[in-house]
């Protein structure tokens, strides 16, 4: 399993309406492509230097081969929305990570 995570962040005079347009246009978008089983929004709760709040979206692939088709055939459109509905008002960086092993407590 890929975890493909896109770490951003958002100016203050920006957020809320960043906010909804990810949880109800863009995110929805990028799990329907079918790349993605599913994506969890988080906020990263420490204050940045620079200012803003940052956010991350981790999209859950089954295999690298999987995201690759994806970054090949999807990501330049999809960034490109971003910019042009906020322009510099935000900042994103993107990490491939790879699930080694998941250690849930049964004990609940």
Do not use: C
Request: glycine share 4%; aromatic share 8%; net charge negative.
């Amino acid at each position: 399993m890929i975890i493909y995570n896109v770490t951003t962040n958002v100016e203050k005079e920006i957020e809320e309406d960043w906010l909804i347009w990810m949880k109800t246009e863009h995110i929805p978008k990028v799990v329907k492509i079918g790349k993605f089983s599913h994506a969890l929004l988080t906020k990263i709760l420490i204050d940045e230097e620079m200012g803003g709040i940052t956010y991350s979206v981790q999209y859950t692939s089954p295999s690298r081969d999987v995201l690759a088709n994806y970054l090949n055939q999807h990501t330049h459109i999809l960034k490109q929305e971003v910019v042009d509905k906020f322009g510099d008002k935000l900042v994103s960086f993107r990490t491939e990570l790879e699930v080694i092993d998941l250690i849930e407590n049964n004990e609940r």
